[in-house]
């Protein structure tokens, strides 16, 4: 039987958006976050942070310092008892002036390359998972790879719900923070305690 995921953004959702934070120090972890993972661990969904890294593109820091700031994450989260399952990032940067980077991937969100590989890494029913961001790109994102998408109103999520009330795209669950989105998918799959 295929498992069922929240991907979770990083930047904005998990944590306060510090920009391009190149070193973990930088980073400041919404409390709420913690019981977000662990409720969704306890539910038996997986819990997977997919976020765009654009700035190992546009060379302010490097793949080995996104993984050192996923590894201190991920250790922060299980000293809490929250288990993250996996991080996926995008590095790429279109005008990055190294080739490696220079290109248009179908990983930057939203395109649904980081959801693919998860979902082939983990056996993921998509379209029976979530997608819990703070931006546009996150729910269309969501909407992309057929899974739920929930709105969070931190970081960049105010912004982002007048936007998409302009524009007519399609409701989404809008949540206060991760923890809400949490309660409200644990609810919504009939999973909670």
């Known amino acids: 039987m295929k498992k069922r995921a929240v991907f979770i953004d ?13 070193e973990f120090e930088r980073i400041r972890i ?10 969704l661990n306890q539910a038996g969904l997986l819990a997977i942070v997919v ?5 190992v593109g546009r060379g302010l820091f490097s793949e080995a310092a996104v993984t050192a700031i996923h590894e201190k994450m991920a250790a922060a989260f299980a000293a809490r008892d929250a288990r993250l399952d996996a991080v996926y990032y995008c590095p790429h940067f ?15 969100k939203p395109n649904p390359g980081l959801a693919l590989r998860a979902a082939a890494d983990f056996g993921i ?5 979530y997608m819990i961001g703070d931006k546009v790109d996150d729910v269309a994102f969501g909407l992309n790879i ?15 719900e007048k ?7 399609p409701r989404v669950h809008i949540a206060g923070d991760v923890l809400a989105a949490a309660r409200w998918i644990i ?5 909670g305690r």
């Open 30 to 39: 919404y409390p709420e976050s913690f019981e977000a993972v662990r409720l």
């Open 10 to 22: 990083r930047d904005g959702t998990i944590n306060e958006d510090a920009g391009y934070p190149g």
């Open 51 to 55: 976020t765009n890294q654009s700035g």
């Open 163 to 169: 936007l998409l009330r302009e524009h007519g795209l």
């Open 187 to 191: 609810r919504r799959e009939g999973r």
């Open 125 to 129: 029913d998509l379209a029976r998972s």
């Open 146 to 160: 057929g899974a739920t998408p929930v709105l969070v109103l931190t970081g960049e999520g105010a912004a982002s």
């Open 94 to 108: 279109e005008s990055s002036t190294d080739p490696r980077y220079a290109v248009a991937c179908d990983c930057r």
